[in-house]
C-alpha cells in the first residue's frame, strides 16, 4: 500500500487544525458549504475522507445525521474523542463497506486530492448514494494543484507579481510539507474530475470558486487573485434511464 504520510502526520494535522480549523475551512469554505447544505433535507450524510471529524460536526450541528469515514486510525479517534456521540468508520473511499444507496448525502471536503485510485472512489460515491441524492464537494482548484512551488513568483522587493503553474494537465503526485505535516496530494486536470463525474451519470447542478468571507485582508487579497478552492454539488438522477 503506497505511504501517503497521513499516519505519521496524523498527531500534527490534529494540532494545526484545532476546532476552528484553517484559513481555509474557516474563511472560504465554511460559509458557502453550510449554505449548501441548508438548502438540502435532512438525511443521513456519508462524509469520505472525515480527518479528524471537523465537517461531520458541521453536519451535526446543521441537523444531519453524519458517518465519518477515513483510512487514519490516530485521525478516527481524534473524532470520536471530540464527537462521542458520532459515528466514524475505518475504511477506504475506493472500497466502501456500505450497501447500495445508503445515503441522501455524499461529502468530501478537501479529500479527493488525497485519494488514489480517485476514479474508484467517485464510483464507490455514487453507488452508496440514493437515486435523488447530492453528491457535495470541496476540493483544491487544479491550478493550485498545478503551481510551481507557491505558485507565486515576486518582484524585486518581493512583491508577488503572479502565479505560476506548469504541467497542468500531467496527473502526478506531489509531496506537500508544512509545520510538521508531510503527506501527499494529487493533481489533476479540472478535466478529468469533469469527466469522471459526467461518467457516473451524475448533473451538475452548482458550481462555485468562493471568496474569503474574512480572515487576515492580506490573505484574502492573495486568495482572489488566485483562488485556491472549487466547489461542485452533483445529483444522482431519479430515475434509470438518466444515471447509473
Known amino acids: 500500500m503506497r505511504d501517503d504520510g497521513w499516519d505519521k502526520s496524523a498527531k500534527a494535522w490534529i494540532a494545526d487544525m484545532g476546532e476552528a480549523g484553517d484559513y481555509g475551512r474557516q474563511y472560504v469554505l ?10 438540502l433535507p435532512p438525511g443521513w450524510v456519508l462524509d469520505v475522507g472525515c480527518g479528524e471529524g471537523r465537517f461531520c460536526r458541521i453536519l451535526r450541528r446543521e441537523g444531519f445525521d ?23 468508520v475505518e475504511g477506504r473511499a475506493e472500497a466502501l463497506d456500505f450497501p447500495d444507496a445508503s445515503f441522501e448525502l455524499v461529502v468530501s471536503c ?14 464507490e460515491m455514487v453507488r452508496v448514494l440514493k437515486p435523488g441524492g447530492t453528491l457535495l464537494v470541496a476540493n483544491l482548484t487544479s491550478f493550485s494543484t498545478a503551481r510551481v512551488h507557491d505558485g507565486w513568483q515576486r518582484g524585486l522587493l518581493g512583491q508577488k507579481t503572479h502565479f505560476a503553474i506548469d504541467r497542468y494537465l500531467e496527473p502526478r503526485a506531489e509531496r506537500q510539507s508544512w509545520r510538521g505535516i508531510e503527506i501527499v496530494n494529487w493533481h489533476r486536470p479540472l478535466k478529468d474530475y469533469m469527466q469522471w463525474f459526467l461518467g ?30 472549487v466547489i ?13
Request: hydrophobic share 35%.
Open 30 to 39: 465554511d460559509a458557502p458549504m453550510t449554505a449548501r447544505l441548508r438548502l
Open 110 to 123: 478537501l479529500s479527493l486530492i488525497d485519494i488514489e485510485p480517485v476514479e474508484a472512489a467517485i464510483a
Open 66 to 88: 453524519p458517518v465519518g469515514l477515513d483510512p487514519t486510525g490516530a485521525l478516527l479517534d481524534a473524532a470520536r474523542s471530540r464527537d462521542p456521540e458520532g459515528v466514524y
Open 200 to 229: 457516473q451519470g451524475l448533473v451538475l447542478t452548482h458550481f462555485d470558486e468562493p471568496a474569503p468571507t474574512g480572515g487576515p485582508p492580506d490573505r484574502g487579497d492573495s486568495y482572489r487573485r488566485a483562488p485556491w478552492y
Open 232 to 244: 461542485m454539488e452533483w445529483r444522482k438522477p431519479s430515475s434509470s434511464a438518466g444515471g447509473v
